[in-house]
């Protein structure tokens, strides 16, 4: 049966995009063909019922640790990292409306005539309603990730599940990246992401969702289809549980 006829696993789930995944194929920036292919995705998504919450990252244009190590300012990177999620949040709702998906754009910061500011029970009304709700900004605060506040957001906004779509296709005993012969995990706990220092997600956020029992799913957004798959309740990635 197509993955599209099956019924989805989660009713509201928490996407969390890296903003590395809209570069492309490219070392900076936004390739909107790339936005094309995840709007495509995501709307069949809404399109078998799911309620759809996404953090986009900012790693594409700016991250405040990247820019300290520059010589600037820790918590003005951070500021210039969070804005940069907004401008991709911005760039996400335009493809994303350019398939007919309402969508709606909030910010951990006030920026008022640009986008929403993030109000959790308006977000909440806005996601029963069908409609995306892109959170953007972050935290709102420095010396936190996108992957934070993909689970705060996930948790605050009672998602089902916090779905972590990045370029390696899931958690290994070591990063993939740099160690060819890494061995990858179907399943693992919160303690043991913890123990063992597994970098797929910073520590925080793996705290975050322990102490609240949210499941995360991490999985490789390249692979086409996988996004759906996961919904529908395939075995993509690594699934962390208690
Ligand atoms: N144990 C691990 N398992 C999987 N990926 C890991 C691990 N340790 C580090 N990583 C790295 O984490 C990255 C995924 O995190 P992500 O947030 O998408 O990227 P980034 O941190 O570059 O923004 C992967 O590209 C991989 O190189
Ligand atoms: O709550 C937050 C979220 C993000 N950032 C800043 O925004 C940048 C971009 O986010 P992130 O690195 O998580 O993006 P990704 O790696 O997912 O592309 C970070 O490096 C931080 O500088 C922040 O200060 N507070």
Redesign the pocket.
Known sequence: MPATDRQPKYNRILL?L???ALMGDGDFGIDPKVLDRMALEIGQLVGIGVQVGLVI????L????ALQEAGMDRVT??????L??VMNALAMRDALERSNINTRVMS?IPMSGVVEHYDRRRAIRYLSGGDVVIFSA????????????ACLRGIESEADVVLKATKVDGIYDSDPVKNPGAVKFDELSYDEVLDRKLGVMDLTAICLVRDHQMPVRVFNMNKPGALLNVVVGGNEGTLVTP
């Open positions: 969390k890296s903003g590395e990252g900012g790693g594409n700016f991250r405040g640790a990177g951070d500021h210039m990292g969070m940069a999620t951990a972050g935290t709102g605060n420095p010396f936190f990730t996108t992957d934070s506040a």
